[in-house]
């Protein structure tokens, strides 16, 4: 699952700064995933150490009588542009000679850390998440960017790709069902997606 809209009104590319609660709406999108998921059986609730994780979590795991167990491991990726006011930033602005050096292989990527890397700590998260609530049905609350690098490790896809094309929004569910340990199906779906109409999106 990705955490639900951050109350963000700079505009901050807040990445693993620490301090970024839900907003109300937010809150509200994590309640409805909860309420959308509480029969299911959920023995096991993950989310990485940040507030905007920790807070979407809450209340799936408080359903389920579970605490929330962190992990970072599922933590926003690394970005050299966190603390950057991106709100008021157009794209143009990023080609600026300063910043040449970290644009410098979107295929790594440069600016941040390495697609590689977070497809390898989200897929031994979900391994052992699996083998934890085995028989049962477990929760990991991340961020997109390491959702949809996930997801692309494990069909085969290509790690580098377009953020504009990722199919991740905020509450969103990407559903991983294993069957004999082989891995049967990805859905994707947006329990909260009502709520999502009145937000005006999230960075990470």
């Not at 990485?48 to 795991?61: K, Y």
């Not at 644009?103 to 697609?115: A, D, I, Q, T, V």
């Not at 049905?137 to 960017?145: D, G, P, T």
């Not at 069902?177 to 109409?197: D, N, R, V």
């Amino acid at each position: 699952m990705r955490h639900g809209e951050v109350h963000n009104p700079d505009g901050v590319l807040y990445g693993r700064l620490d301090g970024y609660h839900l907003s109300e709406l937010g809150a509200r999108m994590a309640q409805q995933v909860a309420d959308h998921l509480v029969d299911r059986d959920i023995t096991l609730v993950v989310a990485s150490s940040l507030l905007r994780a920790q807070e979407t979590a809450s209340p799936i795991a408080a359903s389920h009588g579970i605490p929330v167990t962190t992990d970072d491991r599922v933590i926003e990726a690394g970005n050299t542009f966190e603390g950057t006011r991106v709100g008021t930033m157009r794209p143009i602005d990023f080609v600026h000679p300063r910043y040449w050096k970290r644009m410098s292989n979107p295929l790594k990527p440069s600016w941040g850390e390495p697609y590689a890397e977070i497809a390898a700590r989200m897929l031994a998260t979900i391994a052992e998440a699996r083998s934890a609530a085995a028989g049962h049905e477990a929760v990991i609350v991340s961020h997109q960017l390491p959702i949809w690098t996930a997801r692309n490790a494990l069909v085969g896809a290509r790690l580098w790709h377009d953020p504009r094309k990722r199919e991740c929004r905020l509450a969103s569910l990407t559903t991983l069902t294993y069957a004999g340990g082989q891995l049967e199906s990805i859905e994707y779906s947006e329990p909260a997606g009502a709520l999502l109409a009145e937000s005006q999106g999230g960075t990470g």
